[in-house]
């Protein structure tokens, strides 16, 4: 992948802790934190906080969440907002942390969006990485990323007139094909197989609109590769998409744009190279502290693995107290931490 | 004794004796097999897809449509593309060979 531009900016927010991902752990993990008085800001992918209760599945009803008997992940997710607003944490979302860097006694974090964040302590509730669009596997695709392969589309306009391939067999796929067939000079569409996962009433469209020669349906292909521009040298002009038959056969579509509607997919991506010994997806953690390889990072939720980890939500509540115990000793050293009862010290709130 | 097959990405065989009842992804992840299984097996995403021995596809009986959708968003397909966390490990399966596909 290519190096994500940063324009860097000299403002360093910062707070007791930093907290990496705003899934339900990272979320919890600011109540933790607040309750011993460490202020936090969290930082996410995704434009909007809940991790995989929000993008996988916010319809669908949790049943082991103890004392809960049943809500559902979209819930589960404002009531954990509602836990931890008086604590009010900092949220940077819809950007990923690229980098982590030791800073004297801090811990400084870099966004893609080229915001730096400062903290005494790491919690990283990455779950499963960040969220971001599924990616086809091809060849130089970054390449060509931006102005010639799109995730997602805002504008029709930008399509008049230009030869258009989409892949997908979801609503996105069908919908924009059918959003363009009026401006784009040629739309193809790639899918696998027949069925189309999309709402009945569109599919019907689109096949009409293929009978009507419109729309030509590239049925079972996926994609192949990508040919650029061969007499430039960078090659970062998209001339065509290339696709292939389940069987094999390969077919040449002459393009200037691909729209690729594989939803959403996670990825480690930078975390791999923080040093933290990553195996298949975990970070290795002492589970009684949640400390990593490194002193004053810790992991939680899912990303957290120890032998017979169970990757729960209640677990991840659980680890996310536990690193917040162990973290108090870093960010505040040489004081005692007084252990009390929530029933006992109420939300004390920041003492800032 | 149900023996399961991996072929890694490199063409190298891990032949493992698997517990009935468990699935073939969670049997992948308990060897420490390269395998993100990102959604623990709730069927909400793609990322424990396997290609199974064109020999052992029929056996493995039908795809139930949930399945079928979640395959749309994977890459690397062929006829015989499961997802793994839907093969459930059981004496009829003993012997099974099953590809790996590229992890990131
Ligand atoms: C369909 C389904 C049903 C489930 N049902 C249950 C259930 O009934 N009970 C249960 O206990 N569990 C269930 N789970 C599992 C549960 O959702 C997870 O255990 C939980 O979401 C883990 O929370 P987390 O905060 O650790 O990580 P996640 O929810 O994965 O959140 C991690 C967040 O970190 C962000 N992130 C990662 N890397 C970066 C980075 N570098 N920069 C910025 N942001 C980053 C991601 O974008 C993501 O938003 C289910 C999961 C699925 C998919």
Redesign the interface.
Known sequence: MSEPEIHGSDEIHTSDIVIIGAGPVGLFSVFQCGMLGMSCQLVDALPASGG?CAA??PEKPIYDIPAVPQLNAAELIDCLEQQIAPFAPIFHLDQQVIELQRVGEYWDLLTAAGKSLRGKAIIIAAG??AFGP?R??LANIERYEGRHVHYMVGEREQFRDQRVVIA???DSAVDWALALVDVAAKIYVI???E?F?AAPDSVDKMHALANAGKIELVIPY??AGLEGDKTSAEDSTLRAVLVKH?DGTERRLEADHLLAF??L????GPINNWNLGI???GIAVDPTTCVTELPGVYAVGDIAMYPHKL?LILTGFAEAAQAAHAAYTVVNPGKALHFQHSTTSGIPGLEK | MTMIHFIRTNGEKVSIDAIPGSTVMEVA?EH?L???A???G?L??A?CHVIVDEAWFEKLGELSEEE??L???A?????TSRLCCQIKVSDNIDGLVVNLT?M?
């Open positions: 995989q996988l599945y499963v990485g599924n086809p596997p997908g067999g979801g899918h696998r197989r069925r996962r996926q994609l389940l594989f939803g997919a996670s990825k480690l195996h298949n997806g990757k | 992840r420490d390269p395998m993100l990102a959604c623990g709730s909400a995403c990322s079928e959708d395959l749309d968003t890459h690397g397909l062929t006829h590229p990131e």
